[in-house]
């Protein structure tokens, strides 16, 4: 598959997980499971650097892309 | 000179150099891109403080003890009939009901959906809340209607002396 698909897929997958983890947190830190509320917290903080990166790596393509047109 | 004004000073991603039309590439595929990784950044930043009370609340350990707090007198309140009052703090409210002569039920009364506060309908036997028309249960605070997925938090009391107090909040059996 094309590259730029794949990337611009992953960020839409990251967000995804960030609503899925972020609704997951408040509702077991309600639930007074605390330990699971920090899990969700913390994969919540993962995907970020995971997000930053894919896009990054999505600039250094696109400029390869482009050098080679 | 017109060479040296079109040259381009340096690399840069803010699509500047390359504006024919106006508005012609407001939100192109890196920008949108941009966006994402912006909004994954926010929700990384808006879920540190509930870790961190999380965390402060695992290593407070977990029985709280407040300070008993009378809630009425026993002859004020008749069968059937709800008292609000304050528990644990002054700005929780909490409802106790009367079921019977011996049996007193008390819930945390701020609905577990969003939060409104719940009310005792005598004739129906239920704890409605007004605002999405959820329904408890009076005998374990669990949901039984509407929106609300979550029981209420039960508040323990104890009667003595002619009046009902509050002792602790129940913690939830996981
Ligand atoms: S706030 Fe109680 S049902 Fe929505």
């Avoid at chain 2, 409605?128 to 949901?143: L, M």
């Amino acid at each position: 598959m094309n590259r730029r698909l794949v990337n611009f897929i992953s960020l839409l997958i990251c967000l995804f997980l960030n609503i899925v983890f972020t609704q997951k947190m408040v509702h077991q830190f309600k639930f007074e499971n605390y330990d699971v509320a920090i899990m969700y917290c913390v994969l919540n903080l993962i995907v970020f650097p995971i997000a930053l990166f894919v896009f990054k790596r999505d600039e250094k393509q696109s400029e390869v892309n482009r050098r080679e047109q | 000179m017109s060479e040296k004004n079109n040259r381009i000073p340096f690399d840069e991603n803010n699509y500047t150099h390359n504006i024919h039309r106006n508005n012609e590439r407001k939100l192109d595929r890196r920008g949108f891109m941009k966006t994402l990784v912006g909004a994954a950044g926010v929700f990384a930043v808006s879920s540190l403080p509930w870790g961190a009370v999380a965390a402060k609340e695992l290593m407070g350990l977990s029985e709280k003890e407040y300070p008993h707090k009378k809630i009425a007198d026993l002859n004020k309140i008749g069968i059937g009939e709800a008292v609000d009052f304050k528990f644990p703090g002054e700005h929780d409210d909490a409802l106790l009901i009367r079921l019977s002569e011996e049996k007193f039920v008390a819930y945390n009364s701020a609905c577990t959906h969003l939060q409104c506060p719940v009310f005792w309908v005598k004739e129906e036997g239920e704890m409605i809340c007004p605002c999405h028309h959820g329904k408890f249960d009076v005998e374990s605070g669990s949901p039984i209607a509407g929106p609300p997925r979550r029981p209420l938090p039960t508040i323990e009391v104890k009667v003595e002396n002619g009046a009902v107090y509050a002792v602790r909040v129940k913690r939830y059996e996981s």
